[in-house]
């Protein structure tokens, strides 16, 4: 068995914290480097090695991949979407830079294997709303789906050219309580669980009708190293793949809360991330991951917001003591 060695970037972050301590699971400790511009969880950082680094500094990076001889890379470190309409060109610098490191070190043959995600920003007003399918019409009209799409079309272009074995996932809002969200339109499905246990009311920024694709981070981990297990064959497409699990309104997820603790209220005053929010499908054909490499979610609405509370409540006791 060819042994992984595998750098994440972006580390620290809502996804990539819990997704280091997984591979770290699977792979060994000494084998997963996390690293990042910022320390992250103390698990994340007492659990294996760490490295600070800036994604766009490309001799730094390089250094790192022949320092540890890294084979895979997992690149989570990006501008995310609220924050990008106000930083647009630190964005594309972050989000573009950062992807031509590490796909050139794949085409060098300095690396095997590269995990990039997308998301469904990837999509804008024109694309169909509902079940938008796998290939469809793409105008994003936000600067993050704007960076998002572009790399898509360059990971397709490395594989296609170069045979760069890069796999991506168009996630959909992902929803975690063990790390805070790094500025995300759909960070609101996980204000609100905060300020249900902590206040027990939340002032929506997107209005009560917004549907959106969401996920639970344990569906997002898994579906990242499924693919990556993936045989390289089965992955067909090298863009980026469609990923869905749940689609909700405010209102509903509201519902649900409800239903755990029944005093909790909502109101709504929609504010600059509506008009990013309307931009995207309110739900998701994933059909071709589930063909291709056999994805299935398991979360949805309810077992979401149960878990949500339950691992929360507990955090925050744990936080009083
Ligand atoms: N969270 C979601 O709902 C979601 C949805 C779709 C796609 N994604 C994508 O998944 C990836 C990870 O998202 P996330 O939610 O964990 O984001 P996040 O903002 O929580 O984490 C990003 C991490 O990157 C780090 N970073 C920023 N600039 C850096 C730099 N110059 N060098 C090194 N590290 C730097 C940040 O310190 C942060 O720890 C991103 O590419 C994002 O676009 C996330």
């Known amino acids: 068995m060819i042994s992984e060695k595998i750098l994440i970037i972006g580390a620290s972050g809502q996804i990539g914290s819990e997704l280091a301590l997984r591979l ?3 792979h ?9 511009i910022k320390e992250g969880s103390e698990d994340l950082m007492s659990s294996g090695p760490f490295e600070i680094m800036d994604a766009t ?9 022949e320092k540890h001889s890294i084979t895979d890379v997992y690149l989570m470190a990006a501008m995310l979407s609220a924050t990008a309409e106000k930083m647009p060109m630190k964005a594309w610098s972050l989000n573009m830079d950062s992807l031509f490191i590490i796909l050139n070190l794949a085409k060098d043959k300095k690396i095997k294997k590269v995990f990039w995600p997308s998301s469904i920003a990837v999509f804008g007003p024109s694309t169909p709303k509902h ?7 793409m105008e994003p009209t936000t600067v993050y789906g704007i960076s998002k799409q572009t790399g898509e079309r360059w990971c397709e272009y490395f594989f296609n050219k170069f045979g760069v074995d890069v796999r991506s996932i168009r996630f959909p809002g992902i929803i975690s309580y063990k790390t805070l969200p790094g500025g995300g339109t759909t960070d609101y499905a996980i204000e609100i669980f905060h300020e249900a246990l902590r206040t027990g009311k939340y002032t929506s920024f997107l209005s009560e009708e917004t549907a959106l694709p969401m996920m639970f981070m344990e569906d997002a981990i898994k579906a990242t190293v499924d693919i990556m297990n993936e045989p390289a064959e089965n992955v067909k497409v090298r863009s980026s793949y469609n990923l869905s699990a749940m689609s909700f309104t405010p209102k509903e997820l509201a519902g649900a809360i409800k239903k755990e603790i029944p ?7 929609p504010d600059f991330r509506q008009a990013i929010a ?3 499908p309110s739900s998701i054909d994933d059909s071709a991951a589930r063909t291709d490499w056999n994805w299935k979610h398991e979360y949805d609405l309810k077992n979401l917001t ?4 339950k691992g929360l409540k507990e955090s925050l006791s744990l936080e009083n003591k």
């Open 263 to 269: 005093e909790f209220e909502i109101n709504y005053k």
């Open 57 to 65: 500094d490309e001799s730094g990076i390089a250094g790192l991949v």
């Open 278 to 280: 309307d931009s995207w």
């Open 28 to 36: 060994g400790n000494d084998n997963v480097i996390a690293s990042d």
């Open 131 to 137: 079940d938008t399918p796998q290939t469809t019409i």
């Open 24 to 26: 770290r699971e699977l």
């Open 306 to 309: 149960h878990v949500m509370l």
